[in-house]
């Protein structure tokens, strides 16, 4: 590669890195429990976005807050909307503290991702 295309790659490179966020990729709308609530009860988790998502690359992975992971299976899609992910625990959630990280492909083929946590009251 050239030092004129070296150049102009750095540059191509520092302008995508400038651009602003990309609002016509699956954002995360609405969660429920929300980011930083506190809870009586959790026995599911639904993630709602702003596209459709190809639910066979997407995923909800659910750990306390210091890392350990809680078992689940795969989150499912909602089947009455395209835009809702859902993962089932096995059972209710125990009182403590939990981290929701997420990573959806939407149907326009962009990837995002993205975490947050509550707290399941004693």
Known sequence: M???MKAAAFV?????????PAYAHAMLE???PSAGSTVASADKIRLSFTEALEPHFSTIVLTTRDG????TPKAAPDPADAR???LTPASPLA?????VAWAVLSVDTHRTQGGFDFTVKP
């Open 2 to 4: 050239t030092r004129p």
């Open 12 to 20: 191509a490179g520092l302008l995508l890195a400038m651009t602003g």
């Open 30 to 32: 609405q969660a429920a």
């Open 68 to 71: 350990k992971p809680i078992e």
């Open 84 to 86: 809702t992910l859902v």
């Open 95 to 99: 009182p403590g503290s939990y981290h």
